[in-house]
């Protein structure tokens, strides 16, 4: 996801990625400690996702 993609969303459309990408991150996290997550990679991925969403969200403000 690039910043360009979501720089035109509203601030309710950001919340509920905001969420969404917490949730996923919350699930990777479970994942590498149970030995599960086969690329580990995808939970920088999402961090990344994730405070691309908050600066989009201070934006606006």
């Known amino acids: 996801m690039k910043y360009t993609e979501i720089k035109d969303k509203t601030a309710a459309e950001l919340g509920a990625m905001l969420k969404e990408k917490k949730l996923l991150l919350f699930t990777l996290k479970q994942k590498l400690k149970t030995m599960q997550l086969t690329n580990p990679?995808?939970?920088?991925q999402?961090?990344?996702?994730?405070?691309r969403i908050?600066?989009?969200i201070n934006a606006l403000r």
């Not at 990679?41 to 920088?44: A, M, Y």
């Not at 999402?46 to 405070?51: M, S, Y």
């Open 41 to 44: 990679k995808e939970i920088s």
């Open 46 to 51: 999402v961090k990344k996702d994730i405070a």
């Open 54 to 56: 908050n600066t989009a």
